[in-house]
């Protein structure tokens, strides 16, 4: 991807919950959408039921970007996994609220959930 770079870390909570972190760096845009949707999906493929999306050095998201953030958490959710998206600043934190009502993820630190 040109504007934007994954890293990945599997996590235990519990002994029931065990997952995978997707560290975001650089711009989620329209020439890395189609890209960003086929590789999350793969990266969590058999990495637990909990899909962490961290956004805290995402900078910006494009309507292709978020468009891309409600296919992976509808793919994620077909793969039995769940979409959690934490530490977005207030511009992404703003839209992902406002598609958050058409999607299948959750906004860790607000009060809105799926």
Known sequence: MTNL?????LFREDEFTT?????LDGELLYE??????REITEMAKGCGKKVLLDMGRLRYIDSSGLGA??????ALRMQGQKLFICKANKGN???????NK?????????EEKE
């Open 102 to 110: 058409v999607g299948t993820f959750v906004l860790e630190g607000t």
């Open 32 to 37: 890395d959408a189609q890209t960003f949707m």
């Open 93 to 99: 934190m703003r839209v992902l609220k406002t598609i």
């Open 5 to 9: 770079t994954v890293s990945k870390k």
């Open 69 to 74: 953030i409600l296919y992976i958490s509808e």
């Open 19 to 23: 997952g995978v972190e997707l560290a």
